[in-house]
């Protein structure tokens, strides 16, 4: 996350709002390929190979169900680069999608490697993988950035993988097969989560494309990427959740414990929304002087549709918990099919609010799409385990968080909002522990 950060921060800057707003299209687009190299395959070989199976028979099964995905990927966007430029009107877009073209099997082999570390619960590795790829990504965006600018940029995408997978390649199965693997059960454990992981980074993204669409003024499309991007943080940040839930909700399944997935469901999803709340009433009540101190006052036009994109991903990071305990249980259509249906309705509104909006209405559409997804996911979660969140906590960690809001909202220029967005944050941690929202089986616990 940390590395993200400081590649939008630095990038928006030297390449202005124009061209930002184009390379975050291009990176949206690549992002969204790259799940099918990221997402399904690397989990499905992972369980594979943490349940027993031919850990070099299963890893030589996945390289080429992902050779094949990969072509599919390289293809897609060379055939869609010269008709988003035309349809977009903007010849940037046809470079920066070839080059991001080359990305797609450099993020296969690094995303393949990352599943047998998982699958042999190899985490050290597997993190220095992350931190070599995360340092790798700085030093190759910025570094090509500076020379060949917005294609330099996006050539460093292509680049930092590669970078990753070639350090960590010693880790790789080598030797031969001790028997065969079929690819059919790779690839029907992967298609409903690559399903799933698709929908909603399409939702967090396609509100870029309409705006870039309907409003002609070059900039605008720079500052939304801005404000899209720094609402991202909060589903970054929610990622680990699912991390953590789907092994142990896998776990509990296997052994039927009832009382154990209940318990899972109400911790997770109450310690979900702790974390999404808090973050959204900080980042909402100090906007402006978040975005002016990360990316300029260039940005400040992006303060309302960052008002309301901070709460729409929000909730689409409460969406992936959710999900994530679904999966965990050997359920990935359902939670799929509600993200898709979440899509189908922000691909219908999104556009006319945008052309009837502005940016505004562009992030209104992201909201209303990702509380419908969020709500769907609660239900299925709700109806499969018979537990959700305890109503009365939600309501207290509400109203911790409107105390940060207050507090966030005090905020007047970038060389405040950091220690008033600390105090926000220590007033809602306070908030939380005077109002006794944690069940006093944790304290226990934790003591």
Same mark, same amino acid.
């Not at 009540?285 to 940005?299: C, K, S």
């Not at 109002?435 to 003591?447: G, H």
């Given at each position: 996350?940390?590395?993200?950060?400081?590649?939008?921060v630095v990038?928006?800057?030297?390449?202005?709002?124009?061209?930002?707003?184009?390379?975050?299209?291009?990176?949206?687009?690549?992002?969204?390929?790259?799940? %099918?190299?990221? +997402?399904?395959?690397?989990?499905?070989? @992972?369980?594979?190979?943490?349940a027993?199976?031919?850990?070099?028979?299963?890893?030589?099964?996945?390289?080429?169900?992902?050779?094949? &995905?990969?072509?599919?990927?390289?293809?897609?966007?060379?055939?869609?680069?010269?008709?988003?430029?035309?349809?977009?009107?903007?010849?940037?877009?046809?470079?920066?999608?070839?080059?991001?073209?080359?990305?797609?099997p450099?993020?296969?082999?690094?995303?393949?490697?990352?599943?047998?570390?998982?699958?042999r619960?190899?985490?050290?590795?597997?993190?220095?993988?992350?931190?070599?790829? @995360?340092?790798?990504?700085?030093?190759?965006?910025?570094?090509l950035?500076?020379?060949f600018?917005?294609?330099?940029?996006?050539?460093?995408?292509?680049?930092?993988?590669?970078?990753?997978?070639?350090?960590?390649?010693?880790?790789?199965?080598?030797?031969?097969?001790?028997?065969?693997?079929?690819?059919?059960?790779?690839?029907?454990?992967?298609?409903?989560?690559?399903?799933?992981?698709?929908?909603?980074?399409?939702?967090? =993204?396609?509100?870029?494309?309409?705006?870039?669409?309907?409003?002609?003024?070059?900039?605008?499309?720079?500052?939304? $990427?801005?404000?899209?991007?720094? #609402?991202?943080?909060?589903?970054?940040? %929610?990622?680990?959740?699912?991390?953590?839930?789907?092994?142990?909700?896998?776990?509990?399944?296997a052994?039927?414990?009832?009382?154990?997935?209940?318990?899972?469901?109400?911790?997770?999803?109450?310690?979900?929304?702790?974390?999404?709340?808090?973050?959204?009433?900080? %980042? #909402?009540?100090?906007?402006?002087?978040?975005?002016?101190?990360?990316?300029?006052?260039?940005?400040e036009?992006?303060?309302?549709?960052?008002?309301?994109?901070?709460? &729409?991903?929000?909730?689409?990071?409460? &969406?992936?918990?959710?999900? =994530?305990?679904?999966?965990?249980?050997?359920?990935?259509?359902?939670?799929?099919?509600?993200?898709?249906?979440?899509?189908?309705? +922000?691909?219908?509104?999104?556009?006319?609010?945008?052309?009837?909006?502005? %940016?505004?209405?562009?992030?209104?559409?992201?909201?209303?799409? $990702?509380?419908?997804?969020?709500?769907?996911?609660?239900?299925?979660?709700?109806?499969?385990?018979?537990?959700?969140?305890?109503? =009365?906590?939600?309501?207290?960690?509400?109203?911790?968080?409107?105390?940060?809001?207050?507090?966030?909202?005090?905020?007047?220029?970038?060389?405040?909002?950091?220690?008033?967005?600390?105090?926000?944050?220590?007033?809602?941690?306070?908030?939380?522990?005077v109002?006794?929202?944690?069940?006093?089986?944790?304290?226990?616990?934790?003591?």
């Open positions: 996350m940390l590395s993200g950060y400081i590649l939008n990038l928006a800057r030297f390449l202005g709002p124009g061209s930002y707003g184009v390379y975050g299209i291009v990176i949206a687009l690549l992002t969204i390929v790259n799940l %099918m190299q990221t +997402q399904g395959v690397p989990q499905a070989l @992972s369980r594979a190979i943490a027993g199976a031919d850990e070099r028979g299963a890893w030589r099964t996945a390289l080429r169900v992902q050779g094949v &995905a990969s072509t599919g990927g390289i293809v897609l966007l060379a055939l869609s680069a010269p008709l988003l430029a035309s349809v977009l009107d903007d010849d940037r877009l046809l470079s920066g999608l070839l080059v991001a073209a080359v990305a797609v450099s993020y296969a082999l690094f995303a393949t490697i990352g599943g047998v570390l998982n699958g619960r190899d985490f050290a590795r597997q993190a220095l993988l992350n931190a070599v790829y @995360s340092t790798a990504r700085v030093a190759c965006v910025l570094g950035a500076l020379a600018e917005f294609t330099g940029a996006v050539a460093g995408f292509a680049l930092a993988p590669l970078v990753a997978f070639v350090a960590l390649a010693p880790r790789r199965p080598r030797g031969a097969a001790s028997g065969s693997f079929e690819w059919w059960p790779l690839v029907r454990f992967a298609l409903p989560s690559i399903g799933l992981a698709l929908a909603l980074t399409a939702t967090m =993204s396609l509100d870029l494309l309409f705006v870039k669409g309907a409003i002609a003024d070059d900039v605008t499309a720079g500052v939304y $990427a801005a404000a899209q991007n720094a #609402a991202r943080l909060t589903y970054y940040i %929610m990622i680990p959740a699912g991390i953590v839930l789907f092994p142990a909700m896998a776990e509990a399944i052994s039927a414990d009832r009382g154990r997935q209940r318990l899972l469901v109400k911790d997770g999803v109450e310690g979900a929304i702790a974390v999404v709340l808090v973050l959204v009433a900080v %980042m #909402a009540g100090a906007r402006v002087e978040l975005l002016d101190l990360a990316f300029g006052t260039e940005f036009g992006a303060a309302t549709a960052f008002e309301l994109l901070a709460p &729409a991903i929000g909730c689409l990071g409460l &969406a992936y918990t959710l999900a =994530s305990l679904l999966t965990g249980s050997g359920r990935p259509v359902p939670p799929m099919v509600v993200a898709a249906a979440a899509l189908v309705v +922000q691909a219908a509104i999104g556009y006319p609010l945008t052309v009837a909006y502005g %940016m505004s209405g562009a992030a209104l559409g992201t909201l209303i799409a $990702a509380g419908i997804c969020v709500a769907g996911q609660a239900l299925l979660v709700r109806r499969h385990f018979g537990a959700l969140a305890d109503p =009365s906590r939600v309501g207290r960690l509400v109203v911790a968080a409107v105390g940060a809001f207050a507090i966030a909202s005090q905020a007047s220029s970038p060389l405040d909002v950091i220690p008033i967005c600390a105090a926000a944050t220590a007033a809602y941690v306070g908030l939380v522990l109002l006794r929202v944690v069940p006093r089986r944790l304290q226990r616990r934790r003591r």
